[in-house]
């Protein structure tokens, strides 16, 4: 009997050390994969290199087919505490025979309060919906942006400033806000290219006076699903150049913008609808005639611009190749004044059969019908001048 | 002139209303009754594409939302909520 109960012990014994020497083995190994995780895991300071790149060929019938576009925007975004974030996107791109890069934006934003942030550096202006939201090439439904954008535009882009922004609600009543000063455009007094006397001038890196501009956009949202946005934005600021006779010339800007997303459950889709509306006013001045000096001419300073697009995605039926494709229309023109050398009333039509592969990498068949415009420029970075065009448009964000 | 002075008395106008607004609430049921899923599906399409919780790991989410309550005016509970959501099904 003792020997049996000797015998329990040893076993005991034994068994009780195998599971504290296993239990030991766990936790090394619990130790070893957690000094793993945190070796991989940021600290409080978390950055993300995301961003997106796209290319196309396009086709100009009568006149050329080529491979454009080559563009690489790396976005870094660096999250450096709950409240403090910074992000900046270089535009790096392939043109003419030479590699080009571009600072898109850089800015800090901190956030004061639940609904409000700060925001300071080069930002997007926030003046309508097309820039700040719907630009980048995987974002974009076609392959070029609507008339009155883009480099050679009449509306502002990217800007050196101060913004408040935010998203709140009043009651039920979904708004978003964004007040700012930025240095505001510049007016071309023809000085260096006549033929662009009167215009506004974008995205200049200094002031050319004390003069600021000022700017709001309040965007509304009446329905509590957020399906459906209205803003309205306005900036004004003087845009002659301090010591000239252009010192007190102002400008007003305005605009209208419509947003409408929204799942037809009857049809197994998307509708996705966008629209702005905007106004330039420039305050009249006198331009020096070109080859004679001595004459000056004047007209009223007034543009607008208008882009309205519809696509639909049925991404919820079952085959998928189907649920991938997207159509998408929109229509864009651009008036600028009657007796600027720059005038022009363009008209375009824009047709694009979209293939999503995946979220944000899109293959876009695009057909673009132009009426009115001879300025190459005046119909935005990528738009063919008069006449018609196709474009074969690869888009891929990351 | 007068174009002008017209303009700046809309804006301020807007600002006032805005900031009595804002005064009023922060927040609202709206969001309070809305899961993450469902703020996602509504707020995620307003711009591109939802975008597919498996593309980010945890952490990443936290940066790309933080980016994303500021592109969207999103409110700190908003994407809090996202934030959480997407975690749990990336």
């Not at chain 1, 910074?86 to 790096?92: I, K, M, N, R």
């Not at chain 1, 392939?94 to 890069?101: A, L, T």
Request: negative net charge.
């Amino acid at each position: 009997m003792k020997r049996i109960l000797q015998y329990i012990f040893f076993i005991m014994l034994i068994s009780a050390s195998t599971v504290s020497f296993g239990q030991e083995e766990k936790s090394d190994e619990i130790k070893n994969l957690s000094d793993k995780i945190s070796y991989i895991m940021p600290g409080n300071s978390k950055f993300l290199l995301r961003g997106y790149a796209h290319s196309g060929l396009e086709y100009v019938p009568d006149s050329k087919m080529t491979f454009v576009g080559g563009a690489f925007n790396p976005l870094f975004i660096y999250r450096q505490s709950d409240r403090l974030l910074f992000e900046a996107e270089l535009e790096t791109s392939f043109e003419e025979d030479k590699f080009d890069v571009g600072l898109e934006y850089a800015n800090m934003s901190y956030i004061i309060t639940k609904t409000m942030t700060l925001r300071l550096g080069k930002i997007f202006v926030p003046f309508g919906i097309f820039v700040d939201r719907l630009h980048p090439a995987w974002i974009n439904k076609f392959p070029n942006t609507p008339l009155g954008f883009g480099h050679d535009g009449v509306l502002p882009g990217t800007d050196l400033g101060i913004e408040i922004r935010g998203g709140a609600y009043a009651g039920n009543l979904k708004y978003n806000y964004s007040f700012y000063v930025v240095n505001g455009p510049q007016l071309n007094t023809g000085e260096d290219h006549a033929d662009d006397a009167g215009k506004l001038d974008y995205g200049i890196a200094f002031d050319n006076g004390f003069n600021k501009s000022f700017g709001t956009r309040i965007g509304l949202l009446p329905f509590s699903n957020s399906s459906l946005e209205v803003g309205f934005s306005a900036m004004i600021g003087n845009v002659g150049a301090r010591g000239t006779e252009y010192e007190k010339v102002g400008s007003q800007l305005y605009a209208v913008d419509l947003t409408y997303v929204k799942t037809l459950n009857f049809m197994q889709s998307m509708l996705d609808v966008r629209a702005q509306a905007s106004w330039v006013n420039v305050d009249d001045a006198d331009y020096p005639v070109p080859d004679d000096p001595g004459q000056v001419y004047t007209f009223t300073n007034k543009s607008n611009t208008f882009f309205g697009q519809v696509s639909i995605r049925p991404a919820y039926v079952s085959a998928k190749f189907i649920k991938n494709l997207e159509f998408a229309v929109r229509y864009s023109d651009l008036n600028t004044p009657e007796g600027a050398m720059w005038e022009t009333n363009t008209e375009r039509w824009d047709y694009s059969l979209n293939y999503w592969i995946d979220w944000r990498t899109v293959i876009k068949f695009s057909y673009q019908s132009q009426s009115g415009g001879d300025h190459n420029e005046d119909a935005g970075e990528d738009a063919a001048g008069s006449g018609n065009a196709f474009f074969l448009h690869w888009a891929i964000g990351f | 002139m007068k174009e002008r002075l017209i303009f700046f008395i809309g804006v301020v106008v807007a600002v006032t209303i805005v900031l009595l607004a804002a005064g009023c609430s922060a927040t609202s049921n709206v969001a309070a009754n809305r899961s993450g899923a469902q703020l996602w599906g509504e707020n995620c399409v307003r711009c591109h594409n939802a975008p597919t919780p498996a593309t980010l790991s945890d952490w990443e989410w936290e940066v790309a939302v933080s980016h994303m309550r500021l592109r969207a005016n999103l409110t700190e509970l908003e994407s809090e909520k996202i934030v959480e959501f997407l975690k749990s099904v990336n």
